[in-house]
């Protein structure tokens, strides 16, 4: 049975807007579902949906066995919530707002304590467990937040683009935790616009646009969909382009190639094509200046499916180890 | 849920102690209102119509706590409504809480700030002169009025910060409690406003509730003015709580 189980899920606002259309997708126990789009694609429409938060306007959805609409008490004692923009008060502590979470979720008085300092290590901000969470920077409160979404063990944790505006370090940190967790056996659906997050992380990933999934599997599947990865090639200088061309299609279809390179073609066989090639163009005279393996993104996917790309995909986001 | 509404409680005190810019109107204003009415007004008290005091700071106090606890109100609904537009509000409405312990952790909050608020007035009051002629079970009894008055004012606060969901539109209305307290008999008998005025404070609920947080400063307790108090305070408490809780059942609704 899914932990996560969604039907015809549809959210309609008062203005008319339907940020939600209709989607279906199942998580499985202990996989970690990156849930991908731009902004305004209606990740978070339907994250607020799945913990309770937004009621939906049509479908239904079920959370650890319990329907988010008919037994939302049950879901929330399940779930641990870190929405975007992590929601701390600034006028408390770490610990104190640790030891309040703690409190919320019914843990016991003598615990409470105990299971505060263990999170707050876990996240490495023992040090600043006792300063006001006003004077932590972005990736500290995010840290504190995914903590604090920790508290009570939950079965399904959801992350809303956990690590959007970070800096690369507090992104790693948070990328460890994620992996913990699925190792642990905690079922997490997480919300990003990051390609490389739902890449690295993602045991599936549904991807959405216009309130509509468009494409959902593992991102090797997704990938492999969309074709051959493809080699990019940049010569020195480069007399004859055709011939160069000529020589490089033995290996694969020629692609339209992106700015600054000048052929690339697709090759199936990946990283082995790499030596033959260089090796063809180096009997041919020519200088190869730059040469590199593009595999297929989740970038391609979405473009693939909806004609456009994502935001930011373009943008080199840090990638911490 | 009584663990919870504490747990809440103890936030909303540390968040109140932790912005004195919220602690300060609640002070600063009421004595600034004292200072000018008792420096400049004294000589009323010989007018007829005006009752027996000693002094025009003990008829003040009453007023002058009155304000404080308007005003607590007014920030008790802006805590409320930055919680809201903070995103803090969602976490606790994810959180596996009764519903209400999220109203009332505010509410026992400035309830208890308005107990603070009592006391602090009255100890300026015999600081500079006054004298509280119902002595102890007079001040007991300031103190239960105040502190009723303080839960109803929060919780009118609360429910415009659940309505309107930001913390300017909350602001918006410290004007207004103003003009209600001044149609009312917090700053000076009933008998001697002038109409329309007189009309308006006959009617206006703070009027009964300054006269009862007056009588046990200016006289020994009487039972008449005392009950209009409570039930003043009372009445105001149980319409704002049960305005809040319908604001909250609101807001949770058009989620």
Redesign the interface.
Known sequence: MATIDVRGLEREYKSGLKAVRGIDLAVAPGEVYGFLGPNGAGKTTTVRML?????PTGGSATVAGFDVSTEP?QV??R?G?A?Q????????TGR?LME??A????LA?RSVRGRADDLIGRVGLSQAADR?VATYSGGMRRRLDLA?ALVHEPEVLFLDEPTTGLDPTSRATLWDEVRRLRADGTTVFLTTQYLEEADQLADRVGIIADGLIVAEGTPAALKAEIGLPHLDVTFMECPDLGHARDLLLAFGKLRPAPDGVDVSVAVAAGAAEIAPVVRVLDEAGFTVAALELVEPSLDDVFAEKTGRHLEGAAQPAATPA | MTRVVLALTRRSLRGSLRRPQFLAPLVIFPMLFLAVNVGGLTETTSLEGFPAVRGFLDFQLAGALTQSLLISGVTTGIASALEIEGGFFDRLVASPIPRVAIVLGRLVATGLLAGVQVLFFLGLGLLFGAEIVGGVPGVLVVLAIGVLAGIGFGAIGQAIALRARNASTVQGIFPLVLVVLFVSSAFFPRALLSAPADSIARFNPLSYLADGLRDPIISTVSLAPVLEGFAAAAGIAAVAMALSVLALRGRLREA
């Open positions: 913990v309770t938060l937004l009621r008490a929330r004692k779930i919530v929405l923009e992590a929601a701390l008060d600034l006028l408390m104190e309040l979470q409190t919320l979720h019914g008085a006001r604090m």
